[in-house]
């Protein structure tokens, strides 16, 4: 599997390996190795980043090493892949699985997620342009039908192509499950693994705790005094190393109205699980069915949390989805234990297996071929790798960021918060909900605003600050008729300078580094008269430093 990722990853370009989150994730990294583990919003100067820190810290620290961050996330997907086989077969060895039905199990977990889904292609109509790929496959789900599932759930694959944390934890969430489920595992067995799965990403680690404390809890009382000794110790240390990479998340969450809306391919209910699981539905049920009740009562537990919350949880964007994911690890071990059994018994019964194969590989083709496809056609992303960082694309280093400005903004002060049409030239890659400002990785300090996104969404002055976007480079006034026109020279002045000063009201100690443009010739007549000091100026852009006010007021 990890040759088949690394396959894609290089084949696709930048475009796949960057995906739907590569950018922020990147963004997100650097601002950990430049702030510290409770790092600023990167998005939204002067609130605290709410998210789980060490998988874009390693992704970041990887690319340092020269291929640059993008790069970084690829190795860890392909590392998350060559991790995924062996995890899986601890596990499968602690349910009791012979060597044939281990083998079984890993391809049901591959191919069997989704197998059926090249039917629901088949059905569909296809618009003849290539499209990301989760809107490509979206009629692997049954996407604009009654009984549709999540679209992200059209395949297992995806999620080591994508930047995400979760391909990165299945294995340590399995490594700790593995010797809980078979109530032989020591504290430290169980712990150390758990730890991480926890640090790199909280909801697969979570889960993970939530099984073993089921399964190991009676256990305890059987156990001497040195081994019940060592459960506190080794939870304490597993969770001192999680926790630095989790407080983030301590922080209270934002509770305004979303801007985003809501995800276009989002379905919930017990769809998310039976859908894709259609074709291992029957021999996972005969595999549960012959099984001895030890094992098969453990994982049911575990297979009916996953699932229960799947269907009825709500998190943030959906994310529940992602227990349908380890729903399918969980029932890919009936299943597993079923096929090797048909193909322990030899003669006429190995043709199930096989079939089985040969239903689920249609699905799997159908996946790779979205992700190369795409990244055969994708726009240019504004960025690309080089150097141990991101760099601007060749045709974006002067209208986007001239050299000059871009050595002016890393040298500005610290403090100093940088405020630029969120539009600017390059800032708008495609999904900008899910990537955010796509320019970010450039930048050394934190972004005064930034659109709607999902690491800025809900705080509670994200629309006053977009509004003051619109005040300051583009300023309109609605006339007697109810129409909006843009303001005159003389209206635009007094409304960019208003706009100034509630921008540094909001943060009333903190520098602003603002970026002009010649054709918004007011704005640097305004920050002229607030005493603002240019620091660069190179095509058609200026980049001023507007000083903060010591005593807290604003200008």
């Not at 088949?122 to 290539?130: F, N, T, W």
């Not at 790779?368 to 060749?394: E, F, I, K, N």
């Not at 109810?482 to 540094?504: C, F, S, T, V």
Request: contains cysteine; proline residues 6%; glycine residues 10%.
């Amino acid at each position: 599997m990890a040759t088949l990722v690394g396959t894609v990853l290089v084949m696709g370009g930048e475009a796949v390996r960057a995906s739907y989150h590569g950018y922020l994730h990147t963004t997100i990294g650097q601002t950990v190795l430049r702030d510290g583990l409770l790092p600023e919003n990167p998005y939204h100067a002067g609130n605290g980043l709410r998210y789980y820190t060490l998988y874009p810290t390693l992704g970041a620290l990887l690319g340092r090493l020269g291929a640059g961050p993008i790069w970084g996330f690829a190795w860890l997907n392909i590392l998350s892949a060559l991790l995924f086989a062996p995890a899986s077969d601890a596990f499968a060895r602690a349910s009791g699985l012979t060597f044939s039905q281990r083998r079984a199990t890993f391809l049901t977990a591959v191919l069997g997620f989704n197998a059926l889904g090249w039917v629901g292609w088949m059905v569909a109509s296809h618009s003849p342009e290539i499209q990301v790929p989760v809107f490509a496959l979206e009629s692997m789900s049954w996407g604009g039908h009654a009984w549709a599932w999540d679209a992200r759930l059209q395949s297992f694959l995806p999620k080591f192509l994508n930047v995400s944390s979760f391909a990165l934890a299945l294995p340590f969430m399995l490594w700790a499950m593995a010797p809980a489920m078979a109530r032989e595992g020591r504290a430290v067995q169980i712990l150390a693994p758990l730890g991480v799965a926890l640090a790199i990403n909280p909801l697969a680690g979570g889960f993970a705790v939530l099984c073993i404390a089921m399964w190991q809890w009676r256990s305890l009382f059987h156990q001497d005094w040195r081994q019940k000794l060592a459960w506190p110790f080794a939870g304490v240390l597993a969770g001192l190393c999680a926790l630095p990479f989790l407080l983030p998340l301590f922080q209270s969450a934002p509770s305004a109205q979303s801007l985003t809306g809501t995800v276009r391919f989002q379905h919930d209910g017990l769809m998310n699980f039976f859908g894709p699981m259609a074709l291992l539905l029957v021999p996972g049920f005969l595999g549960i069915w012959q099984w001895k009740s030890g094992e098969r009562n453990r994982l049911l537990f575990a297979l009916v949390l996953a699932i229960f919350i799947t269907a009825f949880a709500t998190m943030p964007w959906g994310n529940q989805y992602k227990l349908a994911r380890i729903s399918g690890l969980l029932w890919a071990i009936p299943v597993g234990r079923w096929l090797g059994l048909q193909w322990e018994k030899a003669g006429k019964r190995r043709w199930l297996p096989v079939a089985f194969i040969g239903l689920s590989l249609p699905s799997l083709v159908l996946v790779v071929q979205a992700y190369l496809s795409w990244g055969g056609v994708a726009q240019a992303a504004p960025l690309v790798s080089g150097q141990g960082t991101l760099q601007l694309r060749q045709d974006l280093k002067f209208s986007a960021f001239p050299p000059s400005i871009l050595e002016a903004e890393s040298s500005a002060p610290a403090d100093a918060v940088l405020w630029m049409h969120p539009n600017h030239v390059g800032a708008r890659a495609s999904n900008g909900v899910v990537q955010g400002n796509a320019l970010t990785p450039l930048f050394s300090h934190s972004l005064f605003v930034d659109l709607p996104q999902i690491h800025n969404n809900q705080i509670a002055d994200l629309e006053q600050r977009i509004q003051l976007c619109g005040k300051f480079w583009q300023p309109s006034f609605t006339n007697a008729d109810g129409k909006i026109q843009p303001a005159n020279p003389q209206q635009a002045e007094l409304m960019a300078a208003a706009a100034l000063r509630d921008a540094q009201a909001i943060l009333p100690q903190r520098s602003l580094l603002v970026l002009t443009y010649i054709s918004t010739p007011w704005t640097a007549t305004v920050l002229e008269n607030a005493g603002a000091s240019k620091l660069a100026s190179e095509s058609e852009l200026s980049l001023w430093l507007v000083p903060g006010s010591v005593n807290g007021a604003g200008n």
